[in-house]
């Protein structure tokens, strides 16, 4: 399964990824291109990854959600020029209880933004762009991170 | 002497002003003797002192060693999500 | 807003209805009907609700959730006869930060199965059929319950 | 004497036969007295010692006061999501 996409996600299709008729629970998460970042406005960004390494990184955390709880999980992750409110990120959890779902769904997720190679762009309002860097400054990073 | 092939990417890729540099090095050859070559270059001053490498697609350590066609590449911090 | 629907559930839709241009995260839960209950298997089922308390009870979880966090919550129950797979019910939650977002979901789904006045006609693989009682064995619902 | 009105939802109008009943009881009349009148009728036993009542779209207890044009409604367990 691949993970990275240029096209936009459809939550509603990955949803349906994960579901198995045994199955009575999925819990998602998406992340969308907000229109601030920094105290900054931002207009678009755009995406790029390592993709072999990204593609790769992204099965390992799926596989071993799947190996921790029993469930299935789907990542996508999208690349290129995105806008406000765009879906930059999904992942879907199937389960049979909703316990394990909403814990496997934050596990993904958290291991997505720790461990995948991606990098984000930002284009502002005030025509100038910078490369998001997390590790730089803190603060800002827990205050403004999704 | 040996010859890699690494790869920049994101922010990296437009400090070096390339997406793949080749970089000359002693055997055995070490990720830190790579990047301290890298950090030479022009605009390599901007590189954090222990850059993050990716060997054959893994993080690796900085005395960790490196072989000729190994896959290479250069992380700045991730920003994905 | 109008949370109860005889028509299937659009989870992509539902997400589009939370996001607002500052939140960059929509946390979501769907059930779907399960192949299996109680030990029995189960062919399709069919939910009614008393509709007036329905509205005001999820309403109201909603508005207890907006107030508790900075969030944005859409809630849909579906009524009707479901078959296998289909998406019961669907919780999604817009916040500027996921740890609120996924605490929310879970708030929201448990309160929606605590309180919203709607009950579930089981039909089983074997022609017979049955109301589901969560309160008749405790241990069942335990392992059985989303 | 005062005429009531109670819906009855799910298993409860199965068990009745009938998705609303009109019941006549003393003044005042509580919640029990209304939940005790259902019980006597035919199919009524199958209910639950003291079963639940919305009255005004709100649970119930069973000493509550109700009044004539309340809206009421006996309530199975709940078993949505």
Redesign the interface.
């Known amino acids: 399964m691949t993970s990275l996409t240029t096209d936009p996600i459809?939550?509603?299709a990955l949803?349906a990824l994960v579901?198995r008729?045994?199955?009575?629970?999925?819990?998602?998460?998406?992340?969308?291109?907000?229109?601030?970042h920094g105290g900054r406005s931002v207009d678009r960004l755009s995406?790029?990854?390592?993709p072999?390494?990204?593609e790769?990184e992204c099965a390992a955390i799926a596989e071993e959600a799947m190996t921790r709880w029993d469930v299935v999980v789907a990542i996508r992750?999208r690349l290129g020029d995105l806008v406000?409110?765009d879906i930059?990120?999904a992942v879907a959890v199937g389960?049979?209880?909703?316990a394990e779902?909403?814990a496997t769904?934050?596990f993904v997720?958290e291991e997505?933004?720790?461990?995948?190679?991606?990098?984000?762009?930002e284009h502002y309002a005030d025509g100038t762009s910078a490369?998001?860097?997390?590790?730089?400054g803190t603060e800002r990073r827990e205050s403004e991170?999704? | 002497m040996n010859g890699y092939r690494v790869?920049l990417?994101?922010?990296y890729a437009?400090l070096l002003g390339a997406e793949e540099l080749a970089v000359d090095l002693p055997t055995p050859a070490t990720v830190s003797m790579l990047t301290d070559a890298l950090r030479a270059l022009p605009g390599g001053s901007a590189l954090p002192a222990q850059p993050v490498l990716?060997r054959n697609?893994r993080i690796a350590a900085p005395g960790d060693l490196i072989e000729p066609g190994d896959?290479l590449?250069l992380?700045?911090?991730?920003?994905?999500?």
């Not at chain 2, 992380?75 to 999500?81: E, H, K, S, V």
Request: charged share 20%; hydrophobic share 40%; with cysteine.
């Open positions: 459809d939550p509603t949803g579901i008729p045994d199955h009575g629970a999925v819990t998602s998460f998406t992340g969308h291109v907000r229109n601030h995406y790029t990854a390592y072999e390494m990204a790769q992750h406000i409110g930059a990120v389960s049979a209880h909703r779902g909403f769904c934050r997720i997505v933004k720790r461990r995948v190679p991606i990098w984000k762009h490369w998001v860097d997390p590790t730089a991170e999704t | 790869q990417l994101a922010r437009e990716a697609l896959a590449a992380l700045p911090p991730l920003a994905g999500g």
